[in-house]
């Protein structure tokens, strides 16, 4: 719970731009291209914050790096609140994508590492089902109540927006508290050769209680334990040549596929407002598009026990691919958006909350948290650039412009799922540490004489 708090808080602060961006526009006087600019801050906040985060995560631990994420997040989201002008409230939101950044995918290498492998997808599954499906659906439930019902009450429309940023920052505080019971995970300790640790954090988990116990663990970790091939947590080795395919074949699919999900929800609601559709109106249906998240995260989550995860990204990003499609040429009506916004949202979500688990599973335990997050980074790196690409499309062609990139990225992501390690079913160190150390050519007779 104190991991999906935090991925909760991040789905709420990645959506807040977006759905407010009218209100952004009128009250620091900026364009559309200005708006796209705070939401790429917080995208390139995101990389740093990644590519930060996960190098502390693989030298200091996964709950050091994690409440440090959400302390920054916090810093960021309340510097956002009084920002006087558009240049303070850049900075503010580069802040704060440096906090949240390494937050989803540190939190999900950490779940990796403490669930069994046969609960290991679904467990991953489910935080994306209460942040990025369940958050989906909730943010801009809570944007339509503050920017509706609740805006004069909050100083009008120039005022409400800091507000806003006040109420997701300061919840988040709290789980920072929380979350220093958390034990580190038994393979970061062992990773780093510290087996007196991980039996006693192994202990503390099989409790099922965060409070530290004298208690033996149900299975006594030894040297013997120790990963067999040393590899240093250094964020270079993700490019090794051992472990460089599926640092690029799922570096790939986290650019199509996350860049298409942040480019769609930040713009969606400023894009129905530009069709005519009003404020409260456009988060009302953003919301309902969004019901196709849940449904999505959630069916990620039932079926990561059962389907592969080259099997699920695959068909899903076909689907996803048809379904853009079909948006570029019939999403006219207000029915037919919000039945193919809700399709494509659906495919969305199966497809990166299938990432996300993949993704953490596909690193040696030294450098799992580096290549985790550089994986994410990469899609990150995508959420910044593509805005400003749909922007222009929207433009002059519309939604079929916006939705025909959204198709085109969905079929690059088919093809470069093919090329990464089927993780289902098989243990961290089977798909890493033992499958690297046997494609590790064997010494020369003339070598091993050598070194005697």
Known sequence: MLILAGEFFNTLEQNSVGAMGSHLKDSL????????????????????????????????????????????????????????????????????GIG?????????????????????????????VGAGGLGNFISYGLFLLLLGPLEISLGGPDVVWRWTFVILAVPALLVVLYRRRLPETPRFLLSKGRVDEANRSLAIL?????????????????????????????????????????????????WMAFGSQVTLNFLMPTLLVERGYSVTQSLLYTMIMNIGSLLGATTAALIAGRVGRRTAVTTAGVLGCVTALAFAALGNGTGAILV?????????????????????????????????????????????????????????????????????????????????????????????????????????????????
């Open 340 to 452: 193919l916004g809700a399709l494509f949202q659906y495919f969305t979500m199966v497809t990166n909350t299938t990432l996300a688990t993949w993704t953490a599973e596909v690193f040696p335990t030294a450098i799992r948290a580096s290549g985790a997050s550089i994986v994410n980074g990469i899609g990150n790196i995508a959420g910044a650039i593509m805005p400003f690409l749909a922007v222009a499309l929207y433009g002059s062609y519309a939604f079929a412009g916006v939705f025909g990139l959204a198709a085109a990225m969905y079929a690059v992501l088919v093809v470069a799922a093919r090329f990464a390690p089927e993780t289902r079913g098989r243990s961290l160190e089977d798909v890493n540490e033992n499958a690297l150390m046997a494609s590790t050519p064997a010494p020369t007779p003339a070598a091993t004489r050598a070194t005697d």
């Open 100 to 128: 949240i950044g390494g937050e989803f995918m540190i939190g999900i290498v950490m779940l990796s590492e403490m669930v069994a492998t046969k609960f290991r997808g679904t467990a991953i599954g489910m935080i994306n």
């Open 29 to 96: 006087q900026i364009g559309d291209v200005q708006l796209t600019g705070i939401n790429t801050a917080t995208v390139i906040g995101g990389l740093i914050g990644r590519l930060l985060a996960g190098y502390l995560a693989d030298k200091y631990g996964r709950r050091f790096s994690l409440s440090l994420n959400l302390l920054i997040y916090t810093l960021g989201g309340l510097l956002s609140a009084v920002a006087m002008n558009y240049e303070w409230l850049l900075v503010s939101r580069l802040i704060v």
């Open 206 to 254: 099989a409790s099922n209680s965060l409070r530290p116990t004298d208690a033996k663990p149900p299975v006594q970790l030894s040297p013997d334990d120790l990963p067999p091939m040393p590899v240093h947590a250094n964020p270079a080795a993700v490019f090794h040549r051992f472990v460089l395919r599926r640092t690029v074949a799922l570096g790939v699919a986290s």
